[in-house]
């Protein structure tokens, strides 16, 4: 099984400023990783899919990076509405694997 | 405009039986992988089950593997999950998601979610 690791568990920023989060693969997935974000009450949204394509509606103030073992969600001048619980999800061998969440807090 | 609507969830003793039952509309079911995700209070995400656009290959996690069965209706746009021998570690919120594509199993479209609780 591929365990996904996210760090930090809990990201303090401003608004206005880039949080930056990481994504580690047990073993090498090559691109195949997603992002997703998930506020309370509601079902997550896909915000990346192979490792760097943005989808459908996602503001470009997302990017993702990465490739093999290591991942990174950046999300560029922080809005009060990306304050919320982020997920990787790693899609290249079975079981699926979600990582454990990085929560992204207004400081 | 893609929707999934996911029923089918209540209150059920251990050892007991469900069926999830997710109606698909807005785009070509029978051309997605599709998947059920569960979320356990206050927890994360975990993949259950997978299944491929025929319904010939189906997926699914160490935890309910051998209780549950995954299926779908391509002629009605349904996807299906028969749980069996229920545990309290299932209690969690039920997502049905349609993947990417057809072979790719990111999941571009969420349902709202159906509560599975077990309990006696």
């Known amino acids: 099984e591929t365990v996904m690791t996210q760090s930090p568990a809990t990201l303090s920023v401003s608004p206005g400023e880039t949080g930056t989060l990481s994504c580690r693969a047990s073993?090498?997935?090559?691109?195949?990783l997603a992002w997703y974000q998930q506020k309370p009450g509601q079902a997550p949204r896909l915000l990346i899919y192979g490792a760097s394509v943005r989808a459908t509606r996602v503001p470009d103030g997302f990017s993702g990076s990465g490739s093999g073992t290591e991942f990174t969600l950046t999300i560029s001048s922080l809005q009060s509405e990306d304050f919320a619980v982020y997920y990787c999800?790693?899609?290249?061998?079975?079981?699926?694997?979600f990582g454990g969440g990085t929560k992204v807090e207004m400081k | 405009e893609v929707q999934l609507s996911d029923s089918g969830g209540r209150l059920v003793q251990p050892g007991g039986s469900l069926r999830l039952s997710c109606a698909a509309s807005g785009f070509m079911f029978k051309n997605y992988a599709m998947a059920w995700v569960r979320q356990s209070p206050g927890k994360g995400l975990e993949w259950v089950s997978g299944?491929?656009?025929?319904?010939?290959?189906?997926f699914y996690a160490d935890s309910v593997k051998g209780r549950f069965t995954i299926s779908r209706d391509n002629s009605e746009n349904k996807l299906f999950l028969e749980m069996n021998s229920l545990r309290a570690e299932d209690t969690a919120l039920y997502y049905c998601v349609k993947a990417g594509s057809s072979v790719y199993f990111h999941f571009d479209k969420w349902g709202q979610g159906t509560v599975v609780t077990v309990s006696s």
């Open positions: 299944i491929t656009v025929s319904g010939s290959d189906t």
């Open positions: 999800q790693q899609y290249n061998d079975w079981p699926l694997t």
């Open positions: 073993q090498s997935i090559g691109s195949k």
